[in-house]
Protein backbone atom coordinates (compact mmCIF):
# COMPACT_ATOMS: atom_id res chain seq x y z
CA UNK A 1 0.00 0.00 0.00
CA UNK A 2 1.30 3.47 -0.85
CA UNK A 3 2.09 6.19 1.36
CA UNK A 4 2.03 9.66 1.66
CA UNK A 5 5.99 9.38 2.32
CA UNK A 6 7.17 7.05 -0.07
CA UNK A 7 8.63 9.43 -2.53
CA UNK A 8 10.00 12.01 0.03
CA UNK A 9 13.96 12.96 0.52
CA UNK A 10 15.82 12.09 2.12
CA UNK A 11 14.13 8.33 1.83
CA UNK A 12 16.03 6.65 4.51
CA UNK A 13 15.02 9.33 7.21
CA UNK A 14 11.06 8.98 6.03
CA UNK A 15 11.09 5.28 5.63
CA UNK A 16 11.62 5.12 8.90
CA UNK A 17 9.69 7.53 10.41
CA UNK A 18 6.66 6.04 8.35
CA UNK A 19 7.33 2.58 10.24
CA UNK A 20 6.90 4.89 13.22
CA UNK A 21 4.22 6.94 12.60
CA UNK A 22 2.45 3.26 12.08
CA UNK A 23 3.25 1.98 15.68
CA UNK A 24 1.47 2.35 18.52
CA UNK A 25 3.40 4.22 21.09
CA UNK A 26 1.72 6.93 23.20
CA UNK A 27 3.78 7.53 26.68
CA UNK A 28 3.82 4.31 29.11
CA UNK A 29 3.14 2.19 26.42
CA UNK A 30 6.35 1.74 24.32
CA UNK A 31 6.11 -2.35 23.55
CA UNK A 32 5.81 -2.44 20.11
CA UNK A 33 7.87 0.29 19.40
CA UNK A 34 10.97 -1.33 21.25
CA UNK A 35 10.06 -4.74 19.47
CA UNK A 36 10.54 -2.97 16.18
CA UNK A 37 13.86 -1.12 17.35
CA UNK A 38 14.82 -4.63 18.89
CA UNK A 39 14.14 -6.32 15.44
CA UNK A 40 15.40 -3.76 13.38
CA UNK A 41 19.06 -4.58 15.32
CA UNK A 42 18.90 -7.99 15.23
CA UNK A 43 18.19 -7.85 11.49
CA UNK A 44 21.43 -6.25 11.25
CA UNK A 45 23.42 -8.20 13.94
CA UNK A 46 23.75 -5.38 16.34
CA UNK A 47 24.41 -5.51 19.72
CA UNK A 48 21.40 -4.42 21.82
CA UNK A 49 21.67 -3.17 25.42
CA UNK A 50 18.50 -3.13 27.69
CA UNK A 51 18.13 -1.55 31.40
CA UNK A 52 15.49 -2.12 33.53
CA UNK A 53 12.70 0.71 32.61
CA UNK A 54 13.09 -0.21 28.71
CA UNK A 55 15.59 2.02 27.65
CA UNK A 56 17.84 0.66 24.64
CA UNK A 57 21.09 1.16 23.09
CA UNK A 58 21.58 -0.21 19.54
CA UNK A 59 25.65 -0.74 19.75
CA UNK A 60 26.36 0.26 15.78
CA UNK A 61 30.14 -0.37 14.46
CA UNK A 62 32.02 2.05 12.79
CA UNK A 63 32.19 2.74 9.18
CA UNK A 64 35.24 0.83 7.84
CA UNK A 65 38.29 2.57 8.52
CA UNK A 66 36.90 4.83 11.43
CA UNK A 67 36.88 2.53 14.22
CA UNK A 68 39.12 4.66 16.36
CA UNK A 69 37.04 7.54 16.78
CA UNK A 70 35.25 8.62 19.90
CA UNK A 71 32.07 6.72 20.56
CA UNK A 72 29.41 8.90 19.85
CA UNK A 73 25.85 8.92 21.63
CA UNK A 74 23.05 9.71 19.33
CA UNK A 75 19.82 9.79 21.58
CA UNK A 76 16.46 9.76 20.92
CA UNK A 77 13.00 9.16 22.67
CA UNK A 78 10.56 7.09 21.37
CA UNK A 79 7.20 7.92 23.22
CA UNK A 80 5.01 10.50 21.93
CA UNK A 81 2.10 12.47 22.95
CA UNK A 82 -1.61 11.33 22.32
CA UNK A 83 -3.67 13.98 21.92
CA UNK A 84 -6.63 14.42 19.36
CA UNK A 85 -9.30 16.75 18.47
CA UNK A 86 -12.26 16.31 20.96
CA UNK A 87 -14.78 15.14 17.87
CA UNK A 88 -12.31 12.70 16.17
CA UNK A 89 -12.53 9.06 16.80
CA UNK A 90 -9.05 7.55 17.12
CA UNK A 91 -7.48 4.98 19.04
CA UNK A 92 -3.59 5.84 20.20
CA UNK A 93 -3.35 1.79 20.97
CA UNK A 94 -3.79 0.31 17.92
CA UNK A 95 -4.53 3.26 14.88
CA UNK A 96 -1.82 4.71 12.75
CA UNK A 97 -1.24 8.13 12.63
CA UNK A 98 -3.43 9.71 9.51
CA UNK A 99 -1.24 12.25 7.44
CA UNK A 100 -1.49 14.27 4.54
CA UNK A 101 1.25 16.85 2.75
CA UNK A 102 -0.11 20.73 2.32
CA UNK A 103 3.39 22.47 0.34
CA UNK A 104 5.99 21.70 2.65
CA UNK A 105 4.55 20.58 5.39
CA UNK A 106 3.78 16.84 6.55
CA UNK A 107 0.71 17.19 8.72
CA UNK A 108 -1.60 14.51 11.27
CA UNK A 109 -4.66 14.68 10.47
CA UNK A 110 -6.80 15.53 13.69
CA UNK A 111 -3.86 13.93 15.88
CA UNK A 112 -0.78 14.79 17.26
CA UNK A 113 2.26 13.62 14.68
CA UNK A 114 4.63 11.99 16.85
CA UNK A 115 7.53 14.01 15.11
CA UNK A 116 8.26 14.97 18.21
CA UNK A 117 10.56 12.48 18.73
CA UNK A 118 10.02 10.00 16.22
CA UNK A 119 11.80 12.13 13.55
CA UNK A 120 15.09 12.15 15.65
CA UNK A 121 14.56 8.12 16.29
CA UNK A 122 14.35 7.75 12.44
CA UNK A 123 17.39 9.77 11.72
CA UNK A 124 19.39 7.63 14.46
CA UNK A 125 18.24 4.69 12.31
CA UNK A 126 18.97 5.96 9.02
CA UNK A 127 22.21 7.20 10.16
CA UNK A 128 23.00 3.24 10.42
CA UNK A 129 21.44 1.91 7.39
CA UNK A 130 22.57 4.36 4.87
CA UNK A 131 25.85 3.63 3.40
CA UNK A 132 26.85 7.03 2.54
CA UNK A 133 26.90 8.19 6.30
CA UNK A 134 30.25 8.08 7.28
CA UNK A 135 30.61 7.64 11.35
CA UNK A 136 32.24 6.27 13.80
CA UNK A 137 31.18 3.82 16.58
CA UNK A 138 27.93 5.01 17.77
CA UNK A 139 25.25 3.75 20.19
CA UNK A 140 21.83 4.51 19.18
CA UNK A 141 19.92 5.29 22.87
CA UNK A 142 16.46 5.09 22.86
CA UNK A 143 14.64 6.50 26.14
CA UNK A 144 11.42 5.91 26.93
CA UNK A 145 8.39 7.90 28.66
CA UNK A 146 10.07 11.04 28.13
CA UNK A 147 6.72 13.29 27.63
CA UNK A 148 4.96 12.28 30.39
CA UNK A 149 7.69 12.56 33.18
CA UNK A 150 11.18 11.73 31.46
CA UNK A 151 10.91 8.40 33.19
CA UNK A 152 13.60 6.88 30.73
CA UNK A 153 16.35 9.20 31.15
CA UNK A 154 15.58 9.69 35.19
CA UNK A 155 16.06 5.87 35.64
CA UNK A 156 18.60 5.21 32.80
CA UNK A 157 21.42 3.05 34.11
CA UNK A 158 24.38 5.00 33.30
CA UNK A 159 25.99 1.64 32.29
CA UNK A 160 23.96 1.05 29.12
CA UNK A 161 26.10 3.55 27.13
CA UNK A 162 30.06 3.68 26.89
CA UNK A 163 30.28 7.72 25.13
CA UNK A 164 30.66 10.70 26.31
CA UNK A 165 29.46 13.16 22.97
CA UNK A 166 25.88 12.70 22.88
CA UNK A 167 24.01 13.73 20.54
CA UNK A 168 20.55 15.06 20.95
CA UNK A 169 18.04 15.06 18.30
CA UNK A 170 15.17 16.08 20.14
CA UNK A 171 15.04 19.55 18.55
CA UNK A 172 12.58 21.70 16.54
CA UNK A 173 14.31 24.75 15.25
CA UNK A 174 16.53 23.79 11.51
CA UNK A 175 19.31 25.76 12.30
CA UNK A 176 19.35 26.03 16.16
CA UNK A 177 21.84 24.60 18.37
CA UNK A 178 20.82 24.07 21.79
CA UNK A 179 23.28 24.02 24.53
CA UNK A 180 21.34 23.85 28.07
CA UNK A 181 17.81 22.99 29.11
CA UNK A 182 15.03 24.13 31.52
CA UNK A 183 14.37 21.91 34.64
CA UNK A 184 11.14 21.48 35.98
CA UNK A 185 8.69 20.37 38.74
CA UNK A 186 5.09 18.93 38.42
CA UNK A 187 2.50 20.16 41.27
CA UNK A 188 -0.54 18.33 42.25
CA UNK A 189 -2.90 20.09 44.01
CA UNK A 190 -6.09 18.76 46.07
CA UNK A 191 -9.15 21.15 46.97
CA UNK A 192 -11.28 19.44 49.54
CA UNK A 193 -14.85 20.96 48.96
CA UNK A 194 -18.31 20.46 51.19
CA UNK A 195 -21.17 19.36 48.88
CA UNK A 196 -24.90 20.11 49.18
CA UNK A 197 -28.03 20.12 47.43
CA UNK A 198 -28.54 22.87 45.44
CA UNK A 199 -31.39 25.26 46.08
CA UNK A 200 -34.90 24.60 44.31
CA UNK A 201 -34.56 27.64 42.11
CA UNK A 202 -31.33 26.46 40.36
CA UNK A 203 -30.82 25.06 37.19
CA UNK A 204 -27.71 23.54 36.05
CA UNK A 205 -26.12 24.79 33.34
CA UNK A 206 -23.07 23.54 31.52
CA UNK A 207 -19.67 25.93 30.17
CA UNK A 208 -17.48 24.98 27.98
CA UNK A 209 -14.50 26.27 26.12
CA UNK A 210 -13.34 25.44 22.52
CA UNK A 211 -11.19 26.06 19.56
CA UNK A 212 -7.93 27.11 21.87
CA UNK A 213 -4.99 26.16 20.12
CA UNK A 214 -2.64 24.48 23.11
CA UNK A 215 0.65 22.99 22.08
CA UNK A 216 3.79 22.70 24.37
CA UNK A 217 3.73 24.55 27.79
CA UNK A 218 7.50 25.35 27.31
CA UNK A 219 7.64 25.91 23.80
CA UNK A 220 4.77 27.70 23.26
CA UNK A 221 4.56 29.60 26.67
CA UNK A 222 6.05 32.77 25.40
CA UNK A 223 3.09 32.63 22.65
CA UNK A 224 0.32 33.68 25.36
CA UNK A 225 -2.10 31.37 24.23
CA UNK A 226 -5.32 30.70 25.64
CA UNK A 227 -5.78 28.66 28.36
CA UNK A 228 -8.86 27.09 28.54
CA UNK A 229 -8.76 26.19 32.77
CA UNK A 230 -7.98 30.47 33.39
CA UNK A 231 -10.94 31.17 30.92
CA UNK A 232 -13.74 29.38 32.24
CA UNK A 233 -12.56 30.53 36.30
CA UNK A 234 -13.16 34.26 34.10
CA UNK A 235 -16.47 33.00 33.17
CA UNK A 236 -17.31 31.71 36.09
CA UNK A 237 -15.81 34.69 38.34
CA UNK A 238 -18.13 37.02 35.97
CA UNK A 239 -20.95 35.01 36.86
CA UNK A 240 -19.98 34.69 40.46
CA UNK A 241 -19.84 38.32 41.15
CA UNK A 242 -23.81 38.72 40.12
CA UNK A 243 -25.36 34.99 42.04
CA UNK A 244 -25.19 32.52 44.06
CA UNK A 245 -22.97 29.78 41.62
CA UNK A 246 -22.28 26.30 43.02
CA UNK A 247 -19.95 24.40 41.24
CA UNK A 248 -20.76 20.38 40.38
CA UNK A 249 -17.74 19.60 38.05
CA UNK A 250 -15.21 21.11 36.01
CA UNK A 251 -12.59 18.97 33.96
CA UNK A 252 -9.89 20.58 31.69
CA UNK A 253 -6.30 19.68 30.07
CA UNK A 254 -5.16 15.65 30.56
CA UNK A 255 -1.34 16.48 29.87
CA UNK A 256 0.77 18.64 32.11
CA UNK A 257 3.08 19.71 29.35
CA UNK A 258 0.63 20.91 27.27
CA UNK A 259 -1.81 23.90 27.45
CA UNK A 260 -4.97 22.65 27.86
CA UNK A 261 -7.19 23.78 24.59
CA UNK A 262 -10.71 22.74 25.96
CA UNK A 263 -12.22 22.71 29.68
CA UNK A 264 -15.73 22.26 30.79
CA UNK A 265 -18.00 22.85 33.96
CA UNK A 266 -21.23 21.98 35.17
CA UNK A 267 -22.59 24.11 37.67
CA UNK A 268 -26.22 25.12 39.15
CA UNK A 269 -27.52 29.20 38.86
CA UNK A 270 -30.63 30.48 39.56
CA UNK A 271 -33.07 29.87 36.82
CA UNK A 272 -33.74 33.73 36.65
CA UNK A 273 -30.68 34.08 35.93
CA UNK A 274 -29.35 31.79 32.93
CA UNK A 275 -30.15 34.61 30.40
CA UNK A 276 -27.85 36.90 31.59
CA UNK A 277 -25.54 33.93 32.30
CA UNK A 278 -25.24 33.47 28.73
CA UNK A 279 -25.09 36.75 28.02
CA UNK A 280 -22.03 37.31 30.52
CA UNK A 281 -20.30 34.40 28.78
CA UNK A 282 -20.40 36.06 25.20
CA UNK A 283 -19.40 39.13 26.84
CA UNK A 284 -16.30 37.22 28.38
CA UNK A 285 -15.72 35.46 25.12
CA UNK A 286 -15.63 38.88 23.52
CA UNK A 287 -13.20 40.33 26.27
CA UNK A 288 -10.91 37.45 26.40
CA UNK A 289 -10.16 37.65 22.40
CA UNK A 290 -9.17 41.10 22.76
CA UNK A 291 -6.46 39.63 23.99
CA UNK A 292 -6.10 36.53 22.25
CA UNK A 293 -7.43 36.91 18.78
CA UNK A 294 -4.10 37.23 17.05
CA UNK A 295 -2.38 33.77 18.58
CA UNK A 296 -6.14 32.23 19.56
CA UNK A 297 -9.09 33.31 17.03
CA UNK A 298 -10.88 30.04 17.91
CA UNK A 299 -11.41 30.44 21.30
CA UNK A 300 -15.67 29.67 21.27
CA UNK A 301 -17.25 30.00 25.33
CA UNK A 302 -20.91 27.77 24.77
CA UNK A 303 -23.32 27.52 27.45
CA UNK A 304 -25.98 25.04 27.95
CA UNK A 305 -28.50 23.55 30.07
CA UNK A 306 -27.78 20.44 32.18
CA UNK A 307 -29.16 17.77 31.53
CA UNK A 308 -28.42 15.16 33.92
CA UNK A 309 -29.31 15.32 37.54
CA UNK A 310 -26.87 17.23 40.09
CA UNK A 311 -27.37 15.97 43.21
CA UNK A 312 -24.84 18.31 45.55
CA UNK A 313 -22.36 20.50 44.36
CA UNK A 314 -19.95 22.45 45.59
CA UNK A 315 -21.49 24.55 48.52
CA UNK A 316 -21.32 28.75 47.90
CA UNK A 317 -17.71 28.47 50.01
CA UNK A 318 -16.50 25.42 48.61
CA UNK A 319 -17.01 27.26 45.10
CA UNK A 320 -15.35 30.43 46.19
CA UNK A 321 -12.04 29.27 47.09
CA UNK A 322 -12.34 26.97 43.96
CA UNK A 323 -12.59 29.59 41.47
CA UNK A 324 -10.26 32.46 43.49
CA UNK A 325 -7.66 29.70 43.18
CA UNK A 326 -7.88 28.90 39.50
CA UNK A 327 -7.93 33.06 38.97
CA UNK A 328 -4.64 33.59 41.43
CA UNK A 329 -2.74 30.64 40.11
CA UNK A 330 -0.47 32.03 38.37
CA UNK A 331 -0.09 30.83 34.38
CA UNK A 332 2.43 32.33 31.70
CA UNK A 333 5.65 33.46 31.37
CA UNK A 334 7.38 34.28 35.02
CA UNK A 335 10.32 35.66 33.56
CA UNK A 336 12.86 36.18 30.91
CA UNK A 337 16.53 35.53 30.68
CA UNK A 338 19.07 38.01 31.58
CA UNK A 339 21.66 36.18 29.84
CA UNK A 340 20.29 35.00 26.82
CA UNK A 341 17.61 37.80 24.62
CA UNK A 342 14.12 36.31 24.14
CA UNK A 343 14.66 33.22 26.00
CA UNK A 344 11.91 32.38 28.56
CA UNK A 345 14.20 31.68 31.85
CA UNK A 346 10.91 31.04 34.05
CA UNK A 347 6.86 30.07 33.38
CA UNK A 348 3.66 28.22 34.65
CA UNK A 349 1.45 26.32 33.35
CA UNK A 350 -2.16 25.23 34.82
CA UNK A 351 -2.70 22.37 33.14
CA UNK A 352 -5.28 20.20 34.13
CA UNK A 353 -8.25 20.06 36.28
CA UNK A 354 -10.38 17.22 37.19
CA UNK A 355 -13.62 16.55 39.91
CA UNK A 356 -14.15 13.61 42.47
CA UNK A 357 -16.34 13.47 45.05
CA UNK A 358 -14.20 14.72 47.41
CA UNK A 359 -13.09 17.93 45.58
CA UNK A 360 -10.87 19.17 42.87
CA UNK A 361 -7.37 18.30 41.59
CA UNK A 362 -5.42 20.45 39.69
CA UNK A 363 -2.01 20.19 37.93
CA UNK A 364 0.80 22.68 37.26
CA UNK A 365 3.95 22.77 35.59
CA UNK A 366 6.64 25.20 35.93
CA UNK A 367 9.71 25.56 34.58
CA UNK A 368 13.51 27.44 34.68
CA UNK A 369 16.47 27.16 33.57
CA UNK A 370 17.73 29.18 37.21
CA UNK A 371 17.11 26.87 39.99
CA UNK A 372 16.31 29.61 42.68
CA UNK A 373 13.53 30.78 40.36
CA UNK A 374 12.31 27.47 39.63
CA UNK A 375 11.76 26.64 43.26
CA UNK A 376 10.28 30.42 43.66
CA UNK A 377 7.69 30.00 40.99
CA UNK A 378 6.35 26.95 43.29
CA UNK A 379 6.27 28.97 46.18
CA UNK A 380 4.10 31.29 44.42
CA UNK A 381 1.91 28.50 43.35
CA UNK A 382 1.80 27.09 46.72
CA UNK A 383 1.03 30.29 48.53
CA UNK A 384 -2.18 30.47 46.36
CA UNK A 385 -2.94 26.64 47.48
CA UNK A 386 -2.74 27.47 50.80
CA UNK A 387 -4.75 30.53 50.59
CA UNK A 388 -7.55 28.71 48.92
CA UNK A 389 -7.94 25.50 51.84
CA UNK A 390 -5.84 23.33 49.49
CA UNK A 391 -2.83 21.32 49.19
CA UNK A 392 -0.03 20.95 47.23
CA UNK A 393 2.34 17.95 46.09
CA UNK A 394 5.83 18.42 44.07
CA UNK A 395 6.73 15.38 41.66
CA UNK A 396 8.85 14.78 38.97
CA UNK A 397 11.69 17.60 39.40
CA UNK A 398 14.36 17.27 36.94
CA UNK A 399 17.41 19.40 36.55
CA UNK A 400 18.55 21.65 34.15
CA UNK A 401 21.33 21.61 31.40
CA UNK A 402 23.66 24.33 31.93
CA UNK A 403 24.68 25.90 28.73
CA UNK A 404 28.69 24.99 27.96
CA UNK A 405 29.89 27.62 25.00
CA UNK A 406 33.50 25.94 25.10
CA UNK A 407 32.39 22.85 24.12
CA UNK A 408 34.32 20.91 21.69
CA UNK A 409 31.29 19.45 20.41
CA UNK A 410 29.55 22.54 20.17
CA UNK A 411 33.19 24.67 18.04
CA UNK A 412 32.77 21.30 15.82
CA UNK A 413 29.35 21.99 15.28
CA UNK A 414 29.15 25.29 14.31
CA UNK A 415 32.13 24.27 11.57
CA UNK A 416 30.24 22.18 10.06
CA UNK A 417 27.00 24.26 10.32
CA UNK A 418 29.38 27.25 8.53
CA UNK A 419 30.43 24.91 5.80
CA UNK A 420 27.41 23.63 4.98
CA UNK A 421 25.26 26.88 5.51
CA UNK A 422 28.09 29.59 4.99
CA UNK A 423 26.77 31.71 8.30
CA UNK A 424 26.45 30.89 11.70
CA UNK A 425 23.91 28.53 13.58
CA UNK A 426 21.58 29.76 16.07
CA UNK A 427 23.36 29.39 19.37
CA UNK A 428 20.68 28.99 22.05
CA UNK A 429 19.07 27.41 25.18
CA UNK A 430 15.61 25.76 25.33
CA UNK A 431 12.92 26.79 27.58
CA UNK A 432 11.39 22.99 27.53
CA UNK A 433 13.08 19.74 29.61
CA UNK A 434 15.15 18.19 27.36
CA UNK A 435 16.85 14.73 28.50
CA UNK A 436 20.31 15.96 27.90
CA UNK A 437 20.03 17.75 31.66
CA UNK A 438 19.28 14.33 33.55
CA UNK A 439 21.28 11.91 31.43
CA UNK A 440 24.62 14.62 31.58
CA UNK A 441 24.11 14.42 34.94
CA UNK A 442 23.53 10.28 35.29
CA UNK A 443 26.81 10.21 33.05
CA UNK A 444 29.06 12.23 35.51
CA UNK A 445 29.21 14.73 32.42
CA UNK A 446 28.96 14.40 28.82
CA UNK A 447 29.64 16.34 25.89
CA UNK A 448 25.90 17.82 24.36
CA UNK A 449 24.28 19.15 21.46
CA UNK A 450 20.37 19.19 20.89
CA UNK A 451 19.24 20.09 16.95
CA UNK A 452 16.35 18.85 15.03
CA UNK A 453 14.46 19.66 11.86
CA UNK A 454 11.60 22.84 12.01
CA UNK A 455 8.22 21.33 13.98
CA UNK A 456 5.30 23.10 14.72
CA UNK A 457 2.31 22.74 16.78
CA UNK A 458 3.98 20.11 19.26
CA UNK A 459 2.23 17.95 21.78
CA UNK A 460 -1.11 19.24 19.76
CA UNK A 461 -3.68 18.02 16.77
CA UNK A 462 -2.71 19.19 13.84
CA UNK A 463 1.09 18.54 14.94
CA UNK A 464 3.68 18.95 11.35
CA UNK A 465 6.80 18.95 10.17
CA UNK A 466 8.52 21.42 7.25
CA UNK A 467 9.46 18.42 4.76
CA UNK A 468 13.05 20.35 3.26
CA UNK A 469 14.14 21.10 6.75
CA UNK A 470 14.34 17.32 7.21
CA UNK A 471 16.49 17.50 4.35
CA UNK A 472 18.83 20.41 5.68
CA UNK A 473 18.60 18.76 9.21
CA UNK A 474 19.87 15.63 7.74
CA UNK A 475 22.88 16.69 6.10
CA UNK A 476 23.94 18.60 8.67
CA UNK A 477 23.34 15.38 10.76
CA UNK A 478 25.84 13.64 8.25
CA UNK A 479 28.38 16.15 8.31
CA UNK A 480 28.29 16.00 11.91
CA UNK A 481 29.03 12.31 12.22
CA UNK A 482 31.37 12.45 9.32
CA UNK A 483 33.70 15.10 11.31
CA UNK A 484 33.48 13.41 14.85
CA UNK A 485 34.55 10.16 12.59
Given amino acids: MSSPLDNLEPSFVWKHFDQLRQIPRASGKEEK ?75 ADHTTLGADNGLGVAAALASADDPSVVHGPMEILCTVDEETALTGATNLDPKLVEGRTLLNLDSEEDGTLFVGCAGGCTAAIDLPVKRAAAPSDHVAMRVEITGLKGGHSGLAIHEN ?29 NKHNAIPREASAVVTIPKAFAQEARELAALTQKKALTELVTIDPGLTVTVTEWKEPVAEPADPASTLRLIAMLIGLPHGVLAMSRDIPGLTETSTNVAIVKTDKAGFQVVTSTRSSVEAALRFGLDQAKAVVLLAGGTMSESGGYP ?17 FRELRGKEPHVTAIHAGLECGIIGEKLGGADMISFGPDLAGVHAPGEKVNIPSVARFWDFYKAVLRSLA
Avoid at 228 to 249: F, G, N, P, Q
Avoid at 404 to 412: D, E, G, K
Fill in 33 to 107: VLAHIKKWAADRKFAVREDSVGNLCVVVPATAGHEKARTVIVQGHVDMVAEKDKATTFDFDKDPIAVRIDGDWLI
Fill in 225 to 253: RGNSIKVLARVLHEWLRKTDLRVDAMEGG
Fill in 400 to 416: GWQPNMSSPLLATCKSV
